[in-house]
């Protein structure tokens, strides 16, 4: 399947999403070190796996473009799981200017960052990656995670020849095998795999903070 790049290239299998880039910065905010499935494509465009399907986005003016690749045409439903992940609904803008009224700093440093969003990533993928960051680097972790898609996840579709896989499951990720993947980071992905229960994505928050501070691999980190 070939990349598509801009919506010139097969416009009715992009759409968009009205988004100023006060409101996202796809190039800040991609390659900060929050989430590590995407890389920038093409110049401007960026192409990575969310959930379970493989997305190419890009910022014209004020308008958010995306495709996605397989049998799936853009609609009201990506729309849904892209706006959720950006976490569009939260008006950026006006934070800014409240943390700029109250933080001088923080506004002689935002005018060269805006647009800068917390992702809503899914919670295992997120814990995973976030074991990685210890005394790591971004171009590493996006190797470690890499590696770790294309042992046990499900394959969703190649894109000029290269593949791009899903996140693991938990239940595909159970068993004794972190340590050729990840050396040392091995026994604490391994215990989060085994520990974290299967309806981790229903529980509140202070209930998966409780349980997060509990687990040995990442209490030291969030305390």
């Known amino acids: 399947m070939a990349l598509r790049d801009a919506p010139s290239a097969c416009p009715a299998l992009w759409r968009w999403l009205r988004c100023p880039s006060a409101e996202l910065r796809l190039d800040l905010v991609l390659a900060s070190g929050q989430a590590f499935r995407w890389r920038e494509s093409s110049p401007g465009a960026w192409t990575g796996v969310l959930g379970d399907r493989v997305w190419t986005l890009r910022q014209e003016r004020d308008r958010l473009w995306y495709t996605v690749y397989g049998k799936e045409t853009p609609g009201p439903e990506t729309d849904r799981i892209l706006r959720d992940y950006f976490q569009l609904d939260v008006g950026l803008a006006a934070l800014y200017r409240t943390w700029g009224a109250?933080?001088?700093l923080f506004c002689q440093t935002a005018t060269a960052f805006?647009?800068?969003?917390v992702l809503r990533q899914d919670p295992v993928e997120c814990l995973l990656s976030f074991i990685c960051t210890s005394n790591?680097?971004?171009a590493r972790i996006t190797t470690m995670i890499e590696r770790l898609c294309q042992a046990f996840g499900q394959q969703l579709c190649s894109l000029n020849e290269k593949p791009f896989h899903?996140?693991?499951s938990l239940a595909a990720l159970a068993g004794d095998f972190f340590r050729e993947l990840?050396?040392?980071?091995?026994?604490w992905a391994q215990a989060v795999s085994t520990n974290l229960p299967p309806t981790h994505t229903r529980l509140s928050l202070p209930v998966v903070l409780t349980q997060h501070l509990s687990f040995p691999p990442t209490g030291p980190l969030l305390r």
């Open 114 to 117: 805006p647009g800068v969003r």
């Open 182 to 187: 990840w050396g040392p980071y091995a026994g």
């Open 166 to 168: 899903a996140f693991p």
């Open 102 to 104: 109250a933080d001088p």
């Open 136 to 138: 790591n680097h971004v």
